[in-house]
């Protein structure tokens, strides 16, 4: 029976992902983006329940798969698609394509690499790219009329979260974070904050903190390619006045 577990997880993020599409098609864009994000829950516990109880196997990994790429490829891309991108015809429904097809190959890439002991992913997590599309939704869908965003703002965005899905830019993972127990307290009282605060204006909480988490792969790649260049810099010149001696 406990085999089952992280199956039935994997199954209610189908199931989410798929009422994410009917809603979509019945144009009731709020709860599209919001049964994205209980996709996203329900993905988040299926792998550490199976590594909990030591359960993972082959056919689960497939099944979160291709479970991944209906609730955080097709999806979204249906969401952002009857929403906004419509209105572009065969350049928005193209710009949905790009979108799911880099979810898929993001995660053909990620079944055929070994990631064990790594505290990062390669590209931006489709959970991720999902939380981007629906996040935008909602935070539009409660804004407006107040709030307007360019119509190819948003099919630009598309395209740049396309890109950041198959990129080799590096986000933390945060599974090798280790808590000490004296620091579990404050980290309780950080979360209860942050969840009232969620919880007050959810659309907004959960469009910043997407963005940041987005912004936090781009930022940290740089960061590391200027670190580099640095390097490179001091060395030369450190030869530089080596040669000049």
């Given at each position: 029976?406990?085999?089952?577990?992280?199956?039935?997880?994997?199954?209610?993020?189908?199931?989410?992902?798929?009422?994410?599409?009917?809603?979509?098609?019945?144009?009731?864009?709020?709860?599209?983006?919001?049964?994205?994000?209980?996709?996203?829950?329900?993905?988040?516990?299926?792998?550490?329940?199976?590594?909990?109880?030591?359960?993972?196997?082959?056919?689960?990994?497939?099944?979160?798969?291709?479970?991944?790429?209906?609730?955080?490829?097709?999806?979204?891309?249906?969401?952002?698609?009857?929403?906004?991108?419509?209105?572009?015809?065969?350049?928005?429904?193209?710009?949905?394509?790009?979108?799911?097809?880099?979810?898929?190959?993001?995660?053909?890439?990620?079944?055929?690499?070994?990631?064990?002991?790594l505290g990062y992913f390669e590209g931006l997590?489709?959970?991720?790219?999902?939380?981007?599309?629906?996040?935008?939704?909602?935070?539009?869908?409660?804004?407006?009329p107040s709030f307007e965003v360019p119509k190819?703002?948003?099919?630009?965005?598309?395209?740049?979260?396309?890109?950041?899905?198959?990129?080799?830019?590096?986000?933390?993972?945060?599974?090798?974070?280790?808590?000490?127990?004296?620091?579990?307290?404050?980290?309780?009282?950080?979360?209860v904050g942050g969840l009232t605060i969620a919880?007050?204006?959810?659309?907004?909480?959960?469009?910043?903190?997407?963005?940041?988490?987005?912004?936090?792969?781009?930022?940290?790649?740089?960061?590391?390619?200027?670190?580099?260049?640095?390097?490179?810099?001091?060395?030369?010149?450190?030869?530089?006045?080596?040669?000049?001696?």
């Amino acid at each position: 029976m406990i085999a089952l577990v992280p199956n039935i997880f994997t199954t209610f993020n189908l199931l989410f992902g798929f009422y994410s599409i009917i809603s979509s098609i019945n144009g009731d864009f709020t709860k599209a983006g919001w049964a994205i994000f209980l996709a996203i829950i329900f993905d988040v516990f299926d792998g550490r329940i199976a590594r909990y109880f030591n359960q993972t196997t082959k056919f689960g990994l497939e099944y979160d798969s291709l479970s991944d790429l209906i609730s955080f490829g097709v999806a979204p891309a249906i969401l952002i698609y009857q929403f906004v991108l419509a209105e572009f015809g065969k350049i928005g429904w193209l710009t949905c394509f790009l979108y799911t097809t880099c979810v898929a190959l993001r995660l053909a890439r990620y079944n055929v690499k070994t990631h064990s002991g790594l505290g990062y992913f390669e590209g931006l997590p489709s959970p991720a790219g999902a939380a981007i599309l629906a996040s935008s939704v909602l935070f539009i869908q409660a804004y407006h009329p107040s709030f307007e965003v360019p119509k190819w703002a948003i099919i630009t965005a598309v395209s740049v979260i396309s890109y950041l899905l198959v990129s080799p830019i590096q986000y933390p993972s945060f599974k090798d974070i280790k808590i000490k127990k004296a620091q579990s307290f404050y980290l309780l009282l950080l979360f209860v904050g942050g969840l009232t605060i969620a919880a007050s204006n959810p659309s907004y909480s959960l469009f910043i903190l997407v963005i940041i988490y987005t912004l936090l792969g781009p930022v940290l790649f740089l960061r590391y390619k200027g670190a580099k260049v640095v390097k490179k810099i001091r060395k030369r010149k450190d030869f530089g006045e080596k040669l000049t001696k």
